[in-house]
């Protein structure tokens, strides 16, 4: 059986060493049979991705906390919308790279910049809705559910215009490596301006 929550420890640490997200937010989960595991609130501000087994939190699939010591993120609803609606879904993150974040404040979608990227796609952007709310939760999972086939990749990404980037894949590893190969697809988008 896969270690999970060690799992979400080790992408914790490497979406905040590698500078994929930031001290103010991000969360990644995983679905475990029946429920999910969720990194803490706090994990940017007060934890900077240094989460441990413990302060993850398990949560049924309507929200509703099993155990965990803290609270789930704040963004849990978009990562508990995802899984009751993609049976596929094995893990969602949401981060904040920091050059991602230049096109999700903008609003503007991140063409495919190289090769590996590809499978992707255009990153789109979905419809704005507040931070923490049902209506944002909804807008992910209808963007998701619409460029889902489109995509040929073990994953799927969208943005928040504003906010940052969602990933949604078959497990963390394909979450995880998704939000990588995104944010080298917006950095080479950036600087081959300066060509």
Not at 12 to 18: A, G, I, K
Not at 71 to 80: A, C, D, M, T, V
Not at 140 to 150: N, Q, S
Not at 169 to 184: F, H, K, M, N, Q
Request: with cysteine; aromatic share 6%; glycine share 10%.
């Amino acid at each position: 059986m896969a270690d999970l929550s060690g799992e979400i420890v080790e992408i914790c640490r490497l979406l905040y060493d590698r500078r994929l997200t930031d001290s103010a937010g991000g969360n990644v989960s995983a679905r475990d049979g029946g429920t999910v595991l969720v990194s803490p609130r706090y994990t940017g501000t007060r934890y900077r991705g240094r989460i441990t087994r413990d302060s993850i939190v398990r949560v049924a699939l309507d929200g509703a906390v099993l155990s965990g010591a803290g609270e789930p993120s704040r963004e849990i609803g978009i990562h508990l919308r995802l899984y009751r609606e993609f049976a596929g879904a094995g893990a969602v993150i949401h981060a904040h790279p920091q050059y991602t974040m230049v096109f999700a404040s903008a609003g503007r979608p991140i063409p495919s910049a190289v090769e590996y990227a590809d499978g992707f796609g255009t990153v789109q952007p979905v419809v704005w809705g507040e931070a923490h709310s049902d209506e944002l939760a909804r807008n992910v999972a209808a963007k998701m559910k619409e460029i889902r086939g489109t995509v040929s990749e073990p994953a799927c990404c969208v943005l928040i215009p504003r906010h940052g980037v969602v990933a949604m894949g078959a497990d963390l590893s394909a979450a995880y490596d998704a939000v990588e190969r995104v944010e080298t697809s917006a950095r080479c988008n950036i600087l081959s301006k300066l060509l």
